[in-house]
């Protein structure tokens, strides 16, 4: 929720005149994340506190209520923390999660940063089922031996949630579903044919997605896995689809389609550099180069058992926050020459004018 908040109210200080809603001033964005962080850590530490004690009860409402204070925060109508551009983000938010509406740039924005955030609704899905089906902590014992034995060890819980149960194999799939409609909605009201291609793109997401849930058990438990092939096959199509559409469609580098790519020996093309950046160029030269390897840090599952380590797992999602933000800024640099381009097509003598001013 801090990502999505922060970068959300971030942009808006860029396109606050697009989107028709006060900006919120520097001050607000890092106190609206404090604030989360701050309510995820007391309840996270509440939880740990009253579970080591005993108080297993009381522990199973720490994470309800961290779940309802963020979403008081969030929708909260009292003049605090920004309230326009938190009411705002909250619209947004309903807007991409029923995108069945003619879609605004910020809805399409939210919803692609959503697509970073898929493991993330997943385990909010866990987390939420967990909740629905009871007590969060459990004690057992494992009797070793005769049922006669005395002698007893602490055994691990049994998992409430099954991780490649269908309500969370869907929450998984939620982020890219809601793109994949927002793209046949943009097609069919503007009849922008590239979007067809931009939906195919969020559909090779879902087996790469299902297939990767499933090799991800495997992988922890050190068993061979009979779909190797197709998941590696689904990923990497995924991955390179979806790199390639980074950089033509979404920083508007010319490639394959437009002219200007550089070509080696006549046999190769390789992404070209705006004409007009508004970074310097080896910004452009990092961003893409950084961006293919980070889309392809799924590559780690490759090495040993990587997977099966909560360092590595917590490593690559920030990877992938950090792959996300600079995206981000490309993106939004380019939507706003779009808009400068547009401005200048529609209102050529306002450009004439500022010319002739000293």
Same mark, same amino acid.
């Given at each position: ?166 309500? %969370? *194999? $869907?929450?998984?799939? !939620?982020?890219?579903?809601? /793109?994949?409609? +927002?793209?046949?909605? @943009?097609?069919?009201? =503007? ?120 360092? %590595? *797992? $917590?490593?690559?999602? !920030?990877?992938?926050?950090? /792959?996300?933000? +600079?995206?981000?800024? @490309?993106?939004?640099? =380019? ?24």
């Amino acid at each position: 929720m801090d990502l999505l908040l922060s970068m959300h109210m971030a942009l808006l200080r860029l396109f606050k005149t697009t989107f028709g809603v006060p900006r919120p001033s520097r001050p607000h964005l890092p106190q609206i994340a404090l604030v989360l962080t701050t309510t995820c850590l007391t309840c996270a530490a509440a939880f740990v506190f009253l579970g080591a004690s005993g108080s297993y009860a009381a522990a199973d409402y720490a994470p309800r209520a961290m779940y309802l204070v963020a979403l008081l925060l969030l929708v909260a109508p009292v003049e605090l923390l920004c309230r326009p551009a938190r009411l705002f983000f909250g619209s947004t938010l309903q807007r991409a999660l029923l995108p069945f509406q003619e879609v605004s740039w910020a809805d399409f924005l939210l919803a692609d940063i959503m697509t970073s955030l898929s493991k993330s609704f997943g385990d909010l899905a866990k987390a939420a089922a967990a909740l629905l089906a009871g007590p969060a902590l459990h004690t057992h014992m494992l009797v070793l031996g005769s049922s006669t034995s005395i002698l007893g060890v602490a055994a691990p819980a049994p998992r409430v949630v099954d991780p490649l149960a269908l309500p %969370v *194999l $869907l929450a998984l799939c !939620l982020p890219f579903a809601v /793109r994949f409609v +927002q793209c046949l909605v @943009v097609n069919r009201t =503007t009849g922008n044919r590239s979007q067809i291609f931009n939906a195919a793109k969020y559909a090779t997401a879902f087996p790469a997605l299902v297939l990767t849930a499933i090799e991800h058990e495997y992988h922890v438990a050190g068993l061979r896995y009979p779909l190797y092939g197709c998941w590696l096959a689904a990923v990497l199509a995924n991955s390179l689809y979806s790199y390639y559409w980074d950089l033509e469609m979404d920083w508007d580098m010319p490639w394959l389609v437009q002219p200007g790519a550089i070509s080696v020996l006549r046999l190769v093309r390789l992404p070209g550099l705006k004409p007009d950046p508004l970074y310097r160029r080896g910004w452009y030269v990092w961003a893409a180069m950084s961006n293919l390897a980070l889309r392809l840090c799924w590559g780690h599952r490759l090495v040993g058992r990587l997977e099966a380590s909560n360092a %590595v *797992l $917590l490593g690559m999602a !920030l990877l992938e926050v950090a /792959r996300r933000y +600079q995206w981000t800024y @490309v993106r939004v640099e =380019t939507e706003i020459r779009k808009i400068r381009i547009k401005q200048a097509h529609e209102h050529p003598e306002k450009g004439e004018a500022e010319q002739e001013d000293p």
